[in-house]
């Protein structure tokens, strides 16, 4: 039979007494839902439902050991998991806006610009559809000289005069909606960049702040 070394048994001797002591097991114990104490060296499947606490073999608490929890809780908390994990998502979207804002401009005069940029594409079509108007406006006075002849009796002027006066007004009426449109562009240019002064301005403020700690 080979025996061990000397040496080997020694150190077997010293660490088995560790070895023994990392080796004891938990004591459980919970209240149940009947509202008795039940012990056990392992959790405790009647207690699933509510905390038990895990203690050390000299009565320490380890730690409380939370329920298990139900599947509708367990989806709650997955419905939770996802908003959160959206919400995140949204912020570091946000901060990316931000940054990308705040690099494109990177003070007031910049943004202002661009604004500038902005509101000349709107003048620039303000002007066309001014052109436009007075074309038609020019184009409509020619017509009614011609129309001019069958004043007495409209109905009888041709029918070419008559499909040439309808698409005047026709031309005349899409020209003017194009221009209130190009009203409601005009504020919607506006608007977008005096929020986006708003938020540059607090995001300046913020970068200027950081700087100076």
Known sequence: MRTLPRL???????????????????????????????TSDRPIASCMDREQRELSQGGN???????????DELAALE????????????????RRKER???????????HQRERSKALEQVDAVDAAIA???QDLAKQRQGIDDEMAFY?????KAPAWLKHKLQDNDKQAAAQTDA???????????????????AQLKRLWAESAA???R
């Open 179 to 197: 221009q209130k449109r190009q009203q409601l562009e005009r504020q919607r240019v506006n608007e977008r960049f005096d929020a986006e002064l």
């Open 79 to 94: 419905v939770k998991r996802k908003a959160e994990a959206e919400r995140q998502s949204r912020l570091a979207e946000d």
């Open 8 to 38: 080997t048994l020694v150190v077997l001797c010293a660490t088995a007494p560790w070895q023994q002591v990392l080796a004891q097991p938990s004591i459980y114990t919970c209240v149940d839902a009947q509202g008795r104490r039940i």
């Open 210 to 212: 950081a700087g100076t």
């Open 61 to 71: 608490l380890k730690r409380v050991v939370p329920p298990v929890p139900t599947a």
């Open 131 to 133: 052109k436009r108007i």
């Open 100 to 110: 990308a804002l705040v690099s494109r401009y990177p003070n007031e005069a910049a």
């Open 151 to 155: 004043a007495k009796d409209p109905a």
